[in-house]
Structures are given as structure tokens and as C-alpha cells.
């Protein structure tokens, strides 16, 4: 056997020693992959069933006392706040974020919080988990509350412009 022949056997054994532990590391990998995809799994079944319980939690709180925790002054929001209100008051189903981003000109973060101000005060704005992410309602017994009881103080200005943009919407 030359001394190539040797080279050779050598460049082999090491070549599939390499090759074997690449292996390994690829088996490792691929389940590391795996308990990761499982676990956002596991993650995204929570979060549905945090939003399903927030929303029973709305539920209940409304039952409980309705009208009562809203006989004082009306509540007094902010222009934007106003708007955003009257973009789920108005919304025959609920939105997303992005949906509110384009009918107000907003970005997505002042939405959020926006939404989460709305809730401060009190108004039962419903979280529902869809495939596109969280959409936002109003709780249909609020909104008839509001329509009865005009709980939440709104600019006559403000709420033309959007029944305007809702009008040229749906023409």
C-alpha cells in the first residue's frame, strides 16, 4: 500500500467521522425544531384561551352590573379615543388593529393603546383571537347601553365625520 493509499484511507475515515457527527448535530437540530414548533403551539392555545377567558370575564362583569357602574357622569374621551370608539360602535363585525390603522390613519401601537384606554374606563371592548390575529368589539349589550344611555360622551363633530366615512365606504 502506497503512501497515497494511506492518505486516502485516512481523508475517508476522517470524512465520514465528520459526516457522522454532522448527523448527530442534524438530530439534535431537528428536535430542538421540533419542541420549539410544539411549544408555540402550546403558546398559541393559550393565548385563545386567555382571550376566551377575558372575554367570559367582560361577560360576567356586564351581567353583574350593567348599567349600574355607568349611572354617573358620562365618560369623557379624548378626540382619538372618540374615534376609535366609534370605529367598533359602528363596525357591523370586529375588527383588527390594521382595520382601525386604515380607516383612522393611525399606526398600530397608538391603536393598542388607544384600545387599552377604552378598557381603563371601563368600556367592555371584547378580544377575540382570530387566524390574522386579535380582533376587537365592543360588547353588544354596551353598545345598546350606549345607544339608550349615551354612556360615553361623544363629539357630535367627531362622530359625523366617521358616519361620513362610513357612508362613503359602503357606496
Do not use: W
Not at 27 to 47: F, R, Y
Not at 133 to 151: M, P, S, V
Amino acid at each position: 500500500m502506497g503512501e497515497l493509499d494511506k492518505v486516502k484511507k485516512n481523508l475517508h475515515a476522517s470524512f465520514h467521522k465528520i459526516k457522522e457527527e454532522l448527523d448527530v448535530h442534524l438530530d439534535s437540530i431537528n428536535q430542538n425544531t421540533s419542541e420549539i414548533i410544539s411549544t408555540i403551539e402550546a403558546l398559541n392555545e393559550l393565548d385563545q384561551k386567555i382571550g376566551k377567558l377575558s372575554e367570559r370575564m367582560d361577560a360576567i362583569e356586564i351581567l353583574l352590573s350593567p348599567g349600574d357602574r355607568f349611572e354617573n357622569e358620562p365618560i369623557t374621551l379624548s378626540i382619538r379615543e372618540q374615534e376609535i370608539f366609534l370605529a367598533l360602535y359602528s363596525a357591523e363585525k370586529p375588527l383588527l388593529a390594521t382595520d382601525i390603522c386604515l380607516e383612522l390613519g393611525l399606526a398600530e401601537d397608538a391603536i393598542t393603546s388607544y384600545l387599552y384606554s377604552l378598557v381603563k374606563y371601563g368600556i367592555p371592548v371584547i378580544r377575540l383571537p382570530s387566524s390574522e390575529g386579535i380582533r376587537y368589539a365592543l360588547d353588544e349589550q354596551f353598545k345598546q347601553l350606549q345607544a339608550h344611555k349615551h354612556i360615553v360622551a361623544i363629539d357630535q363633530k367627531i362622530a359625523k365625520e366617521i358616519l361620513n366615512k362610513d357612508a362613503r365606504k359602503n357606496n
